[in-house]
């Protein structure tokens, strides 16, 4: 079996393990905790699906980069990394909501070669390799066509959304999806014709949804229109705009005029 094959069959068999056990934590009592000098949430659910998936995953000479891990500098010298965010969305997941998922990708030399998102709620499994297209659930999925953004779905932070539809463009604002990595995928099967990450995500938020995204026939990058380069020292990335090929300029020069930092 190709490696990425077998990397994939392990990876898609993994997201949905971990997301069975976060499913096990879903709607009932949950502990619960804030991590570093900030104020994000941790729960016992997001350790035990991120001990699941770096016991399946790593092998001999794989780096690890997860949310809920620990940062190791040895991942800087590994050309193959698992970058995971065992439950994106965990403020959704306390509260209750369907909008949070397992998200892994296998990065090699700096971009996602495999990838899986995984929505335990809504059952819903995103798989991709590189080079052989996205899919969910098994069936072939395609970024929405059209260069215009009148009428264009778009998902995003609030603010910047309200000054970008201020500006007359004709864009629709969609409701919020908690789980940047799901927003992202959103994009990649048409449910969102286009997305935005407002300043502040990191490696294990982007890395499957970017695969995905770009095997669908969009586009994720900066405002500058540059790809993003994963397992760096400092995992975190800019405002970000995907869309359909055709859209993700006029997308770009739209939130580029309307932002002046991040949200």
Do not use: C
């Not at 949070?100 to 030399?109: G, N, P």
């Not at 999806?177 to 938020?205: C, F, K, P, Q, Y």
């Amino acid at each position: 079996m190709p490696g990425s094959e077998r990397d994939l069959d392990r990876l898609a068999a993994a997201v949905k393990e971990a997301g069975a056990i976060a499913l096990k934590f879903f709607g009932g009592p949950l502990k619960q905790w804030t991590k570093g000098a900030g104020d994000s949430p941790v729960t016992e659910a997001d350790i035990a699906s991120n001990d699941l998936l770096q016991k399946r995953l790593v092998e001999p000479g794989d780096g690890w980069l997860s949310e809920e891990s620990d940062n190791d500098p040895a991942r800087l010298q590994a050309r193959r990394v698992w970058v995971v965010d065992p439950i994106d969305g965990t403020r959704a997941f306390i509260a209750g909501r369907e909008d949070w998922s397992v998200s892994a990708a296998l990065v090699v030399d700096g971009r996602p070669t495999v990838a899986a998102l995984f929505a335990p709620v809504t059952g819903e499994l995103f798989l991709s390799v590189a080079g052989r297209g996205a899919t969910r659930n098994g069936a072939t999925i395609q970024a929405s066509s059209g260069a215009g953004l009148e009428g264009a779905r778009v998902g995003g932070p609030k603010r910047m959304m309200e000054r970008a539809a201020i500006a007359g463009t004709g864009i629709v604002l969609m409701p919020r999806i908690h789980s940047l990595a799901l927003r992202l995928a959103r994009v990649a099967h048409s449910e969102l014709d286009a997305a935005v990450a407002g300043g502040n995500g990191h490696d294990w938020d982007l890395a499957a949804a970017d695969l995905l995204v770009h095997e669908a026939g969009g586009l994720l990058t900066a405002l500058d229109g540059q790809t993003l380069v994963y397992n760096r020292p400092d995992p975190v990335h800019s405002v970000l705009i995907a869309a359909g090929r055709e859209r993700h300029a006029a997308l770009v020069d739209l939130i580029r005029a309307q932002t002046s930092g991040p949200v």
